[in-house]
């Protein structure tokens, strides 16, 4: 009906790329099964929908790499126990796999050691060139 005032609407413009009922896109159902072809012990985490990001889901391997895809809905929770055989569990009962927590923990401290070892790196050149112009200036005077 007519409302003039325009009160009781959402002011959020925000809203999820897909229905919720929507399935798995089959780009991502390949990526999915490419990604688990020939890896051993692999699970499937399903993440839920938010204001921002569809529902996804995370398969982790037995070494804790994973990769994510949107799954659309819960459809697509059907849709990628099917296309996989794996075992799925919902992440918010369940959270994620210690393996995978570890992972990202090895990583993130090996990519700190490299950002630190390039700043070592750029310091040791910027004295170098600090300490030839300093002999460059005392040549000339």
């Known amino acids: 009906m007519f409302n003039p005032f325009r009160r009781n609407r959402s002011k959020s413009t925000l809203r999820p790329p897909r ?6 896109r089959q780009h991502d159902a ?11 012990f692999v699970e499937a985490f399903v993440e839920p929908e938010t204001v921002v990001n569809e529902m996804s889901v995370v398969l982790v391997d037995e070494s804790g790499q994973f990769i994510r895809r ?8 059907d849709a990628v126990a ?12 369940t959270g994620y796999p210690q ?12 990519r700190r050691r490299e ?16 300490k030839a112009k300093e002999a460059q200036e005392n040549e000339g005077s």
């Open 70 to 77: 949107p799954i659309g809905g819960p459809k697509g929770i």
């Open 115 to 130: 950002e630190q070892r390039q700043r070592r790196k750029d310091f040791e050149a910027r004295e170098v060139r600090r």
């Open 30 to 40: 390949q990526e999915l099964r490419a990604w688990a072809a020939g890896r051993a």
């Open 19 to 24: 229905a919720p009922g929507d399935t798995i």
């Open 99 to 110: 393996r995978m927590r570890e992972r990202l923990e090895r990583e993130r401290i090996l």
């Open 82 to 93: 099917k296309l996989l055989g794996c075992p799925v569990y919902d992440v918010e009962e």
